[in-house]
């Protein structure tokens, strides 16, 4: 058998992942995130209901021209005929057949309240409805799966009953039933103790479903594997409504990192990060940092205690190499950084120190100090380079200084707001008068030191800001407090953080513009003056 025959990937990100609250994508959003996840090599990519809404008929019939999957099979996902129908008149089964989709999954009530109160039909009939639904959909040609909807709450109110779903299914025709933790109240203990029995009862191929609601999805997946199951469903990064499903790419790294499991194509693990952020701007959730494997976080070290064992071996505070899924290992600079983090930061950022003891204690201490003012640098990188040359040569890289500036907002009689700011700049020897209009001064400042600047530094022109984030760091101060101020800025290729710390917000931000700058430029190829 090959991989997705032998063990199944099943990945449900475009159905049950896109119930997540405020996620909504578009065709077009669901044929790119088809394609990332067919790159990662998942086995089967759920894309929908064809038939229950326009969205997702309008995806079924651009996907037949549209996707070239190279590892995954395109599932259509759908519902049993109704009761007291015939299968073959049942209007969504004949979307689902209709579909051009190679698998159908088909969901089924396996609790018996749920049967009788939300089908409103018998016992009797629901199993009718499963059997007769496989078996058409086989005759058409068609691969089925069965999701055994609320199947562990339906195992405790009615095991005998819940079992004969199992059985029906599978008898008439079922490659796997997914036994699904619907309402994500299981723990692991318990959930592998009933997978184990199901699988002692039944002859039939089980697969795993779990939602997130006591935070346990992943470890009850991994616990429904190691009991027999050979299907895991899951979405990416974890989305779906509630508090998500179960994540499938901290599923995938577990099997194969740690159960020495071969779940995905050879050579394809390594692409999980990416995809896993690549997804991720396609459905504009912001990524979590502290995600398993892929998390920007998840290989972050910033005691200083642990960067003295991590220059010595990695392995020694990280549990996996961060490139077996993309990902790299990060030094982050505060406070409790001692000297084996500055040193391992400055290889990071390509700065050789030398090994200089007495420089890499100047800049342990300097960092201590700027942090007790406020400052940070661990989402600040580039303010930290630009201070980590400061202190390897003496002078701080610098383009241009701010000498002086001031900024007005003004609300004229129609209700206009105004913001202008004036600033004059000492660069390359001359002062340098310039004024910048925005929708608020930080905005009007920037503008401004462009409008300065530009004639002399035209690559200035490529350099964008992307995000602008004010915290309050005394709050019993009040009005009075000390403000941070992180930008984040890009040149199309690279992006980079610096950070501006001061009472005055303004005064915060340009202290974070000037350093915003400084390092594009210096990405740019100039060289200071």
Known sequence: MTISDAFHIYDTTLRDGAQQEGLNLSVHDKLAIARHLDDLGVGFIEGGWPGANPKDTEFFARAKKELNLKNAAFVAFGTTRRPNVVAADDVLLGALRDSGAPVVTLVAKAHDRHVELALRTTLDENLKMIADSIKHLRAEGQRVFLDAEHFFDGYRSNQAYALEVVRVAAESGADVIALCDTNGGMLPDELSQVVHEVLSKSSARLGIHCHNDTGCAVANSMAAVAAGATHVQGTLNGYGERTGNAD????????QLKKSQQVLPKGLLHEAFRISHAIAEVTNVSPSARQPYVGVSAFAHKAGLHASAIKVDPALYQHEDP????NDMRMLVSELAGRASIELKSQELGIDLGGDRELIGRVVEKVKEMESRGFTFEAADASFELLLREEATGKRPAFFTIEHWITTVERSEEGVIVTT???????RGELISCTGQGNGPVNALDNALRTGLNSLYPEIANLELTDYKVRILEGRLGTGAITRVLVETTDGQAEWSTVGVHENVIAASAMALED????????QGRSPE
């Open 248 to 255: 499938l790419v901290t599923i995938i790294a577990n099997l």
């Open 323 to 326: 490139a077996a899924v993309g």
């Open 421 to 427: 700011a004036e600033v004059t700049i000492m660069a």
């Open 516 to 523: 915003a700058l400084t390092f594009g430029l210096l990405l």
